[in-house]
């Protein structure tokens, strides 16, 4: 929708606003500051446990052989939009891919046909319309829906520029429906939101947008960008509009190794930040805005919230709550909860505005990539993601609160830290947000491999009250340097649980501290067959690998396995950028049995990793467990 247009629009709808104000007397101001109520969730005490789910996309069926990339929202009316990309090449942009939508009336039970937000151009010159994200402006009733708009060139391949002819460029675009999203107009903002015209590259963060609801940004709309700034690095935005979406403005750029972010209003009305580690740390990125989030203050690492490098939700579970009140401070996430691997699928509560996060449940073990949650009329939430870590379609799931049996009771400890070969002691504390008595049936420790620890559980805790558990910890004189989790699994007398992730730090020698050291295990067979092997079966094989320094490093590896070597193949083990103690699984190599090895009568991977930090390599041989082929 050009601007003309769109000013035709408001202005149509400020003359029919002032013919009501001739009638009634209201003023323009007094009819916009009431926007129709959102939707919260059901308290976990007031339903039975419930978790549901049923596939709305599936690969190869409804004219697309490829769906990815799920956004969901909640129309004022209370229908269920769920929008996502159909990828006509299996490509992201720039593919000639369309924003597909499905429609719910009845609270997600059933879902009328697939219709389009925005229909990509199959034939040359190609256009595509890709990674959909939603905010409804409650205030107007009014459905925006933020893409990308892709001719020539992807997010890594983009140019600077920002004509919206440039086939060079990746461009945002925004498509408004006034009805409740059954029609759309659409606009190119790349102008609009790129104050410096050095970046390269930008686009809207799937899933969902917010509008603000505290203070004196109250019906601020904020969506989130990446870009790539002037200098190649991944920066989060915030791009907001404080007309109900006539225009929209960027923030401030903040951060480095960015990527897909959320963001969300806490219960004070400050805004947090939530992002996606292009770095690669295996944890979620955090900062938060005081002005509504034109700008951010520092960006810190969650270890609370591991992640693969992935897209995620994180959306309030009351946002009608009252400013400063208990249920405004209740926050729902979920992601693929692993720090290496596009799986566990896992929703996590907080009750403190995302200080911690107790209450978590896995609702998908196997693959799982991108997630999107909305509370829905009926008090549920709503979740569409991502199966099978992104290859599986599209799939709709409901839960209540209730399903996630947990108890608002965050276990944290402040400096643990421990030489390995000893034993130390430190303090727990256990916080009771329950509101009310909690009896602890049992509290546990998850310790790595070859640790040990020992403590005694509190009896109870009254609400709104704390407790000390002194704990002792040893670590075996084997473990490497660096920061391990420890995960605290608190058990009331119910049968509810919390679970926190502590931090505990073993310091490091000079040696591991040198710039691109890294370990490597695995290379053991993950398929093994119990009747012989014969020529032409594959033999699968899987690696981790962790950077020990306090450097971020790239790591290369060959040797005699396929879908390994980056110089042969496209599928690989190569790692760009692994974080300081970050971790990555590769399981993509194999190796295809032949004849000389059935002679042999065995088969040994083999393989050497070379390690990039700055102006140091460093290579680490490798051999992997020895393959009785007879």
Not at 473 to 494: E, M, W
Not at 582 to 596: L, M, R
Request: glycine share 10%; net charge negative; proline share 6%.
């Amino acid at each position: 929708m050009s601007r003309f247009s769109r000013r035709l629009h408001w202005q149509a709808g400020l003359a029919s606003l002032s013919a009501v104000v001739a009638l009634t007397g209201v003023t323009p101001t007094a009819a916009a500051a009431e926007p129709a109520p959102d939707f919260d969730a059901t308290p976990p005490q007031a339903g039975t446990p419930f978790y549901a789910e049923q596939q709305l996309a599936t690969n190869g069926e409804g004219g697309f052989p490829n769906y990815r990339i799920p956004a969901l929202t909640i129309t004022n009316g209370g229908d269920i939009l769920a929008s996502y990309d159909g990828r006509p090449t299996s490509m992201d942009a720039p593919g000639p891919n369309s924003i597909v939508q499905r429609r719910s009336t009845d609270g997600g039970t059933t879902w009328g046909e697939p219709t389009f937000v925005h229909k990509g151009k199959v034939e040359a010159p190609i256009e595509g319309y890709s990674d959909p994200s939603y905010i409804v402006d409650r205030h107007t009733g009014d459905i925006f829906n933020f893409h990308v708009k892709s001719f020539d060139k992807g997010f890594g391949g983009s140019q600077a520029g920002v004509d919206p002819d440039n086939r060079n460029a990746l461009h945002a675009e925004v498509s408004v429906s006034r009805d409740d999203g059954r029609t759309w107009e659409h606009e190119v903002i790349t102008a609009d939101i790129t104050t410096d015209l050095g970046w390269r590259s930008r686009f809207a963060a799937a899933g969902r947008g917010i509008q603000l609801k505290y203070g004196e940004h109250a019906g601020r709309l904020i969506q989130q960008f990446t870009i790539i700034n002037a200098a190649g690095a991944f920066q989060a935005m915030s791009v907001y509009s404080d007309d109900h979406g006539k225009s929209w403005k960027a923030g401030k750029p903040v951060g480095v190794g960015m990527d897909e972010n959320k963001t969300v209003e806490l219960s004070d009305g400050r805004v947090m930040l939530n992002s996606r580690d292009s770095q690669r740390s295996g944890y979620r990125k955090v900062a938060i805005s005081e002005d509504g989030g034109v700008t951010y203050g520092e960006v810190t690492i969650d270890r609370e919230l591991p992640d693969p490098t992935n897209n995620a939700s994180i959306v309030r579970a009351y946002p009608n709550a009252p400013k400063g009140s208990d249920r405004a401070k209740v926050l729902l996430f979920s992601n693929a909860g692993s720090t290496s691997q596009r799986a566990n699928g896992t929703i996590r509560m907080s009750f403190d505005d995302g200080e911690t996060w107790p209450v978590s449940r896995v609702f998908q073990p196997g693959g799982m990539a991108y997630s999107t949650l909305a509370t829905l009329p009926n008090g549920n939430m709503g979740l569409l993601y991502e199966p099978g870590g992104g290859n599986a379609g599209i799939r709709f799931a409901q839960f209540n609160l209730a399903w996630l049996n947990g108890v608002a009771a965050p276990v944290t400890a402040s400096g643990a830290s421990l030489e390995r070969g000893t034993t130390q002691s430190f303090e727990l504390t256990v916080t009771n947000q329950s509101g009310s008595t909690l009896h602890v049936q049992d509290l546990a420790l998850t310790v790595p491999a070859g640790w040990s620890y020992d403590l005694t559980a509190p009896d109870r805790i009254l609400p709104d009250a704390s407790a000390t558990v002194k704990t002792t910890l040893t670590a075996p004189a084997s473990a490497r340097g660096g920061a391990y989790p420890v995960i605290a699994t608190l058990t009331d007398a119910k049968g509810h649980t919390s679970k926190s992730t502590l931090t505990v730090q073993v310091p490091k020698t000079e040696d591991e501290l040198t710039p691109g050291r890294i370990l490597v295990t695995g290379g053991k067979l993950t398929n093994p067959q119990t009747d012989g092997y014969q020529v032409g079966d594959e033999l699968a094989f899987t690696y981790t690998v962790t950077n020990l320094s306090d450097a971020a490093t790239t790591v290369a590896p060959s040797g005699n396995l396929e879908d390994f070597d980056p110089a042969t193949a496209a599928r690989n083990c190569r790692w760009r950028g692994l974080a300081a103690d970050a971790s990555y699984t590769c399981t993509t190599p194999y190796h295809v049995v032949t004849q000389e090895d059935l002679t042999a009568g065995h088969f040994t991977p083999r393989s050497s990793w070379t390690s990039t930090s700055g102006n140091t390599v460093t290579a680490v041989e490798h051999t992997g467990e020895r393959i009785n082929l007879g």
